[in-house]
């Protein structure tokens, strides 16, 4: 037990950092399962973003004051520290952009118009959010390219290993994947998909807006070409994201926005572009969002990786077991013999009743949960062919006791359709 | 508020007017990509311009459901030009709820359908508030 005590993360402490978990919702306690969705900020990163705006708001990379100097720093030190926290190398390799959604874009935009030709294939997964999708469809037509998809397992739950060599053998230009699924919960081996991918000559997206804000995540180990994040679910701001890529790769790829702060020089009719990664950040950073994300960074240190990893395998070992034994209930993805494959994201469908009049009971009892297609249609309505699934989802600050009340809603949401 | 009235469970596990229409006037297929919600109407126009019968088919929420339940009831036996005139405040009314405006689109998924079918029956340019649901 001592044992336990030492390897458990002590979530009373961790909530009072939250102020939003002190509210209400329609007059309840607000529970809050869509963390996958965007998670709640510690006061330490309000703090961090509030105090940049009232005691040093000043542009960076060039103020000759102090203030200007202060932002810089705390600007570049955020970079370091989200190099450090994935591993990247150095933090050249740290490209700031809006979000996970955004960075995908650029790869597609930069790397992926430079070097995805007329017949080449794209190969992605059948677990992707649109994210993951959409950028690399349109890559696919603006090039005559093929997007190719790796189809799920029998179990509809993992990727389907026989397929990914099938996909492989096509010698795909870019292997675009999750690393962890928004609406399955399943955690992809994105080593060994980078590890074929590179046999083939294919360049490597890892997809880890759902994995970098819940687990420790090795870029270096990985050993992928690129790797997405969004700041907003690891309790950073909205409005800042990060694209890594490795230094060879970015600084042979061209930038895809021009202006400001993204050149070494200007003159009538030539450039040069600035060092690596400013060349990808034209004009005024979200200096704020980076600040913002440094801050979550600490947070999510101090709390320490291992452990918030262990926290949400526990809650959603506990959610299955509990939704398993209610009736009617079907899960989505792995079951409690996957668990350390499977993120904290539970998908669940309850008779036939359509998941936002399950959301809506939810939130009538102040428990907010997401219900719908989740941004993941050919995950959703194609391959499991259903029209919406509800969703929960958690993080450091959920409890086990948040897990009962949401299986009290289900009891509620049973008796209000009388199932 | 409680969205899920007794009345509203009612029409939705026992809607009225629910099915296919053979020979129906003009039917029109619409949907809430976003939520799933998708619906097809049925409306018989008689001669005098009114609706003899109208009928739906699609799957849903409670909300979406229910409500094409009730309108479907409200239009029988009105005039094109009544069904035309109907917005959300009406709709509102009829179902006895205020949806909210995460709902909203559920709610008006049957009346935007109907709404749509006489003036695509018509041959008549579609108004704004019609276009707005």
Same mark, same amino acid.
């Given at each position: 037990m001592m044992q336990m005590a030492h390897e458990d993360i002590d979530v009373e402490r961790i909530r009072r950092d939250f102020p939003i978990l002190g509210t209400t919702m329609n007059g309840k306690p607000l529970i809050y399962l869509d963390s996958a969705a965007t998670s709640q900020k510690p006061i330490q990163v309000i703090d961090a973003i509030s105090n940049y705006y009232k005691e040093y708001n000043a542009n960076i990379h060039r103020g000759i004051y102090q203030i200007s100097e202060r932002a810089t720093s705390e600007y570049i030190e955020s970079?370091?520290?989200?190099?450090?926290?994935?591993?990247?190398?150095?933090?050249?390799?740290?490209?700031?952009?809006?979000?996970?959604?955004?960075?995908?874009?650029?790869?597609?935009?930069?790397?992926?118009?430079?070097?995805?030709?007329?017949?080449?294939?794209?190969?992605?997964?059948?677990?992707?959010?649109?994210?993951?999708?959409?950028?690399?469809?349109?890559?696919?037509?603006?090039?005559g390219a093929t997007l190719d998809y790796i189809k799920l397992d029998g179990a509809k739950a993992e990727l389907d290993v026989q397929n990914l060599g099938e996909q492989m053998a096509k010698k795909p230009k870019i292997v675009a994947v999750t690393q962890a699924s928004n609406v399955l919960g399943t955690i992809n081996d994105v080593k060994t998909v980078t590890k074929m991918a590179h046999e083939v000559g294919a360049k490597v997206l890892v997809d880890g807006a759902?994995?970098?804000?819940?687990?420790?995540?090795?870029?270096?180990?990985?050993?992928?070409?690129?790797?997405?994040?969004?700041?907003?679910?690891?309790?950073?701001?909205?409005?800042?994201?990060?694209?890594?890529?490795?230094?060879?790769?970015?600084?042979? *790829? @061209?930038? =895809?926005?021009? #202006?400001?702060?993204?050149?070494? &020089?200007?003159?009538?009719?030539?450039?040069?572009?600035?060092?690596?990664?400013?060349k990808f950040e034209a004009g005024t950073s979200d200096i704020a969002g980076g600040i913002g994300l440094s801050a979550a960074i600490d947070y999510l240190n101090g709390v320490g990786m291992e452990k918030v990893r262990s926290h949400e395998k526990k809650l959603v070992r506990y959610v299955i077991e509990r939704l398993s034994q209610v009736k009617g209930v079907q899960i989505f993805g792995l079951g409690q013999d996957g668990i350390d494959k499977r993120c904290g994201v539970v998908a669940f469908k309850l008779?036939?009743?359509?998941?936002?009049?399950?959301?809506?009971?939810?939130?009538?009892?102040?428990?907010?949960?997401?219900?719908?297609?989740?941004?993941?249609?050919?995950?959703? *309505? @194609?391959? =499991?062919?259903? #029209?919406?699934?509800?969703?929960? &989802?958690?993080?450091?600050?959920?409890?086990?006791?948040?897990?009962?009340?949401?299986?009290?809603?289900?009891?509620?949401?049973?008796?209000?359709?009388?199932? | 508020m409680d969205l899920y009235a007794e009345e509203i469970i009612s029409h939705y596990e026992h809607p009225h007017n629910k099915g296919k229409m053979d020979n129906a006037s003009i039917s029109l297929h619409r949907d809430n990509p976003t939520c799933g919600d998708e619906m097809t109407i049925y409306l018989n126009v008689d001669k005098d311009g009114k609706v003899s019968d109208v009928k739906f088919e699609g799957s849903g929420c409670a909300i979406s459901m229910a409500s094409?339940?009730?309108?479907?009831?409200?239009?029988?036996?009105?005039?094109?030009?009544?069904?035309?005139?109907?917005?959300?405040?009406?709709l509102v009314e009829l179902i006895g709820i205020d949806p909210g405006p995460a709902r909203l689109k559920c709610a008006t998924l049957s009346l935007r359908a109907i709404k749509e079918a006489t003036f695509i029956y018509e041959h008549k340019p579609m108004d704004s508030s019609t276009k707005s649901l």
């Open positions: 970079k370091e520290k989200l190099a450090r926290f994935i591993n990247a190398r150095e933090m050249a390799e740290i490209v700031y952009t809006r979000n996970a959604t955004e960075s995908i874009n650029v790869v597609a935009l930069t790397w992926g118009n430079e070097n995805v030709k007329k017949g080449d294939h794209i190969l992605i997964s059948d677990m992707e959010h649109h994210s993951n999708i959409v950028p690399w469809m349109l890559l696919a037509e603006r090039k759902q994995s970098a804000p819940h687990m420790k995540v090795d870029v270096r180990d990985i050993d992928c070409d690129f790797f997405v994040l969004s700041g907003h679910k690891m309790l950073g701001p909205t409005g800042i994201g990060a694209l890594y890529g490795k230094r060879e790769i970015l600084e042979a *790829t @061209e930038p =895809l926005l021009s #202006g400001g702060d993204m050149i070494r &020089s200007v003159h009538h009719h030539e450039h040069t572009w600035n060092d690596l990664p400013w008779e036939n009743i359509h998941p936002h009049d399950v959301a809506q009971i939810f939130d009538s009892e102040g428990i907010a949960i997401r219900a719908g297609h989740h941004c993941a249609m050919p995950l959703v *309505t @194609e391959t =499991l062919g259903e #029209g919406a699934l509800s969703r929960l &989802s958690f993080y450091i600050y959920n409890t086990e006791s948040e897990v009962d009340a949401a299986i009290a809603a289900i009891e509620t949401v049973r008796r209000t359709f009388k199932v | 094409a339940s009730m309108m479907t009831d409200f239009v029988k036996g009105k005039s094109l030009g009544e069904v035309e005139s109907m917005g959300v405040k009406e």
